[in-house]
Nanobody, 125 residues
């Protein structure tokens, strides 16, 4: 069993930056692919970024390429998402997720086994 806890959300002006963290419990974190998803009001959950178990491969949604960066520190059981040049359309609840059956991330949320409670990012412009 893995428990995920996100932090770092909040209010941010357009053009600003935030860094989200996702702290995981469990000894097997380092073998899991990880992903960040978001869900805006009235919209379906969508894939944002993903990272392989060892951090050597990453995946990005087209809407965030060049602005968001995912990374992980397996020694700290934590995955991060640096978000720069934020836009009003980035407003959403952001959740991290762990895929316990794969070492490489995918965009399908149904492939992920564990989810955090989510953290809200809101445009304050």
């Amino acid at each position: 069993q893995v428990q995920l806890v996100e932090s770092g959300g909040g209010l941010v002006q357009a053009g600003g930056s935030l860094r989200l963290s996702c702290a995981a419990s469990g000894r097997t974190f380092s073998s899991y692919a990880m992903g960040w998803f978001r869900q805006a009001p009235g919209k379906e959950r969508e894939f944002v970024v993903g990272i392989s178990w060892n951090g050597t491969r990453t995946w990005y949604a087209d809407s965030v390429k060049g602005r968001f960066t995912i990374s992980r520190d397996n020694a700290k059981n934590t995955v991060y998402m640096q978000m720069n040049s934020l836009r009003p359309e980035d407003t959403a609840i952001y959740s991290c997720a762990a895929n316990g059956r794969a070492r490489y991330a995918c965009t399908n949320p149904n492939e992920y086994d564990y989810w955090g409670q989510g953290t809200q990012i809101t445009d304050s412009t």
